[in-house]
Nanobody, 116 residues
């Protein structure tokens, strides 16, 4: 059974940091592209950051470049998102996504709330 379980969300003040984790099971994690998305209330889901299977390439939304870092540990089947200097407009549900060709899996999401 495929599972993607996000954790690490919560409440943080503007300028604060959070580290999200996504633990994967039920598929060969090390062969999948892993991506973090987010969806704010009333808005479409948007790509935040992605990392390839070999950890040699990353991609970020322009809005998070220089503040967020995606990483993965293939031995632990886990992908991370370090988020620094958070802004109120980044309040959203953050989702983990795994993709390999036509195989696509989603986690249930973790809420991040940036409040002042």
């Amino acid at each position: 059974q495929v599972q993607l379980v996000e954790s690490g969300g919560g409440l943080v003040q503007p300028g604060g940091s959070l580290r999200l984790s996504c633990a994967a099971s039920g598929f060969t994690f090390s062969t999948y592209v892993m991506t973090w998305y987010r969806q704010a209330p009333g808005k479409e889901r948007e790509l935040v950051a992605s990392i390839n299977a070999q950890r040699t390439s990353t991609n970020y939304a322009d809005s998070v470049k220089g503040r967020f870092t995606i990483s993965r540990d293939n031995a632990r089947n886990t992908v991370y998102l370090q988020m620094n200097s958070l802004k109120p407009e980044e309040t959203a549900v953050y989702y983990c996504n795994a993709r390999q060709g036509d195989y696509v899996y989603w986690g249930q999401g973790t809420q991040v709330t940036v409040y002042s």
